[in-house]
């Protein structure tokens, strides 16, 4: 039996709001307002259906100005991360404008609901500062030095000898060779023949930055800890090779090769790598002892789980499981967990649980679609009898013998009632 539209909210709480009965007036939309008693004030309010519904109105607006009230705090004095408050410059609640000092001595203004989530802690100086480090970082920078670029073989594009760090001086008619550390340029000396100028280049390479790339390279590096693909992007890096022609080489992205160099630095840097991808979140499967399974009833197995868990008792993997049962490794996963539940037992109190939070879901979100539902044949009256009157013409012969078995039925049932 449906509502009635008219009287479907009277009695019905929505937060701190029960609804008495419904208002003659409508809003300027066309949607009906409600009288509503508000239990936080005892203030009498009338409110639009929707944003009953909706669930926007919980009250008359005096839990808003409470908690507006709540949040005029005097922070004057007080630090947050390197900013120290110094006066109140305008506005009200979780809006309002401080002025602070950073420990560098900027001053800045900052909005009150920033400074006590954590939001903002600093001038901006901070920020800069680990982005430079990040930057240094990422580019493999070390006391000035660019380690990709010593590593490299590439000739910049405006040398035109051919060599690296070799030039021709006009105007002395010779050659020069010179190399950088460490933001110094080192002159290694003028000579007449190109040749000569390329030794002493190619000795100044091995005085200067062969100690340098030695120590660079053997840093607490633990091959052990890194995986095969990392490994090798390691000694390609050390071979001389750039992240593009790294990228290039192993068939995949420049950010790949990054993100890998990344992990491979800070495991120099002695970080503990910590299980399930180095995310701190624990793996996905946990560690089963399958052998447990062996020599027990698996009658209560459907056939795709027991072949599931019987080859992983022979020691097959999730993909490889997942390849023979041609399905998804998901598919597969779900399979052994199933099958373990049934055999130690927990399937029937997980059914329940299950049972139980759909039952809760359902009656939560039964009277929510129901009244979209409703709201939306309001708002499309006429479309909706004009769909319906085009659905029964495509569809008159079979809504016509349907109804006739139905009669039928009925008849039959009758008959056999008075028999």
């Known amino acids: 039996m449906k509502d009635n539209y008219n009287t479907d909210l009277i009695g019905r709480r929505f937060g701190y709001l029960e609804v008495l009965y419904k208002d003659t007036e409508k809003t300027k939309q066309g949607k009906s307002k409600w ?23 919980t009250s008359c607006g005096c ?32 809006n309002t404008l401080w002025k602070c000092q950073c420990n560098c001595g900027n001053v800045i203004n900052v909005i009150q609901s920033n400074l006590t989530s954590g939001a903002t802690n600093s001038c901006g100086c ?8 990040n930057i240094k970082d990422y580019m493999g920078i070390v006391d000035g030095t660019n380690v990709s670029i010593i590593r490299s073989n590439k000739i910049p594009s405006n040398n035109t000898t051919g060599i690296k760090g070799v030039y021709y001086v006009k105007r002395l008619n010779k050659w020069n060779a010179r190399i950088m550390f460490k933001g110094k340029s080192y002159n290694l000396g003028y000579y007449a023949k190109k040749e000569d100028a390329i030794r002493a280049r190619k000795e100044g390479e091995l005085e200067i930055h062969g100690p340098f790339l030695e120590w660079y390279n053997s840093r607490n590096v633990d091959k052990t800890k890194l995986t095969d693909k990392q490994r090798r992007v390691y000694d390609l890096y050390n071979s001389g090779m750039t992240q593009v022609e ?16 990344k992990a491979i630095r800070e495991c120099k840097k002695g ?32 056939d795709r789980q027991r072949k599931a868990l019987v080859l992983r008792m022979e020691g097959k993997t999730c993909k490889e499981i997942a390849e023979i ?42 009277e929510r679609k129901t009244l979209a539902a409703r709201e939306y044949r309001e708002k499309n009256r006429d479309e909706y009898k004009r769909y319906q009157q085009e659905y029964y013409k495509k569809n008159k012969e079979k809504i016509v013998a349907k109804r006739k078995e139905k009669e039928d039925g009925q008849m039959n049932d009758s008959q056999k009632l008075r028999e």
Not at 67 to 88: I, P, R, Y
Not at 126 to 133: L, V
Not at 328 to 343: E, I, Y
Request: overall charge positive.
């Open 325 to 366: 049962l041609n399905i998804s490794r998901r598919a597969a996963d779900s399979l052994l967990q199933t099958a373990r539940m049934k055999c130690d037992g927990k399937w029937e109190e997980h059914e329940k649980k299950v049972r139980e939070r759909n039952k809760v879901y359902n009656s939560e979100n039964r």
């Open 126 to 133: 901070m920020h800069r500062k680990q982005s430079s480090e």
């Open 246 to 261: 790294i990228a290039k080489e192993l068939g995949c992205s420049r950010q790949n090769v990054s993100s890998m160099l």
């Open 35 to 57: 009288v509503c008693k508000c239990h936080a004030c005892g203030n009498i309010i009338s409110i639009a259906r929707p944003k009953l519904i909706s669930g926007d109105a």
């Open 63 to 94: 839990m808003f100005h409470a908690v507006k009230e709540k949040n005029d705090m005097d922070l004057t004095g007080e630090t947050f991360g390197s900013l120290k408050v110094q006066e109140k410059v305008s506005g009200k609640g979780v």
């Open 271 to 302: 970080k503990k790598r910590k299980r399930g991808g180095g995310s701190g979140k624990a793996p996905r499967n946990p560690l089963v002892d399958y052998n447990k399974y062996l020599g027990m009833d698996l009658s209560a197995l459907s």
